[in-house]
Each structure stands twice: as C-alpha cells, then as structure tokens.
C-alpha cells in the first residue's frame, strides 16, 4: 500500500507563496509521473502541473510563470511552490502519482488534499 500526504496549506495574502509538499511512503519501486490538481468550490478538479519522472513539465495556463514543479526522487517528495497568488487559486489541492510497485506494476494514487485560501 502506498500513501501521500500533502502539507504546506495554509491561508495566504494575496500576492504571497506558499510551498506545498507531497510525501509517498509504503512499497514504492519508483515513481513516474507526478502531479497537483486543485480543487475550487462549485468547480470540477482540474489539473495544476506535472513533473515526468525525466524532467518534463507541464502547468495550466492560469499558473504558468507564478507556479513551479519539482521533485525529490530520493525523498519520493513533490513540491508546488506557489508564487504571486491570487483569490482565485483558493482551492483545496491534491498531489496524484503514478508509482510503480514492481518492476512491472504501476498504480495511481491520490493525497487526502490541503487547502489553500488567498484573501483578496
């Protein structure tokens, strides 16, 4: 059983960063492809960024050049450092990865979620 756990939510100034954290623990071979979606009120969840595990990232449009990806391999750790934040990235977030179990086996796996609140 693998499990991830985010921390680093909070409430937040607009204008103002915020640096989550994703942790995986349990039987964890390697990991593939990490990711952060968000979550706002009344709205459907929506993807955020990802971080192959080569390097290659992709973000929303509405986060580019304020939002950054990265991972810890060794520490099985995905990071969000949130800059320039606005009202509108309040959310509860959750980080999403594909973790092989074995050498051939790969599942996907959710966070519990953190949230965010920026004050306007």
């Known amino acids: 059983q693998v499990q991830l756990v985010e921390s680093g939510g909070g409430l937040v100034q607009a204008g103002g960063s915020l640096r989550l954290s994703c942790a995986a623990s349990?039987?964890?071979?390697?990991?593939?492809?990490m990711r952060w979606y968000r979550q706002a009120p009344g709205k459907q969840r929506e993807l955020v960024a990802e971080l192959t595990s080569g390097g290659n990232t992709n973000y929303a449009d509405s986060v580019k050049g304020r939002f950054t990806i990265s991972r810890d391999n060794a520490k099985n750790t995905v990071y969000l450092q949130m800059n320039s934040l606005k009202a509108e990235d309040t959310a509860v977030y959750y980080c999403?990865?594909?973790?092989?179990?074995?050498?051939?086996?790969?599942?996907?796996?959710w966070g519990q979620g953190t949230q965010v609140t920026v004050s306007s």
């Open positions: 999403n990865a594909d973790v092989v179990v074995e050498s051939t086996t790969q599942f996907r796996y």
């Open positions: 349990g039987r964890i071979f390697s990991m593939n492809v």
